[in-house]
């Protein structure tokens, strides 16, 4: 793993940028918890509006996320199919987009669990309406380029 940091390091590389941000996420996930689906709604109905704010009203987010050289976001080519792993035109997405919902669908399947049903609906449910948003934010970004 050393290796691995140090080629961070040096090369900067969009790949293990992506390796450690999403272990920081895993990490983030495993280590929080809401406590009850009340609890989950009220956090991101209030960080939708957040993000709205610092994302969308102020350029600071997008200057911290495009400045700072740091695993704080996950970055991939958007010219992938033209370039492969050498791609520079990188969308990103902020390590927060990914563990603060990652949270809730984590409580999500532990509810389920905890019904002893056998069914996963509300982990499915979240799920499914999560990787939907993401699809629609990014699809949003993109006409919007």
Do not use: Q
């Not at 911290?64 to 080519?77: E, G, H, M, T």
């Amino acid at each position: 793993s050393a290796e691995f940091g140090v080629w961070y390091l040096v090369k900067k590389h969009w790949l293990a940028n992506n390796v450690f941000g999403l272990a920081f996420s895993i990490s983030g996930v495993e280590m929080i918890s809401l406590g009850s689906v009340k609890n989950g709604c009220i956090l991101l109905s209030l960080l939708f509006f957040y993000d709205i704010f610092w994302v969308f009203g102020t350029e600071v987010m997008v200057e911290v996320a495009k400045n700072l050289d740091a695993p704080i976001k996950v970055v991939f080519p958007m010219d992938f199919l033209e370039n492969g792993v050498f791609g520079n035109n990188m969308a990103m997405l902020g390590l927060g987009d990914i563990v603060l919902p990652g949270v809730f669908i984590a409580l999500l399947i532990r509810y389920d669990v905890s019904k002893g049903e056998g069914s996963h609906f509300y982990f499915y449910a979240g799920f499914a309406a999560y990787i939907l948003g993401l699809a629609t934010t990014m699809e949003v970004a993109k006409n919007l380029d």
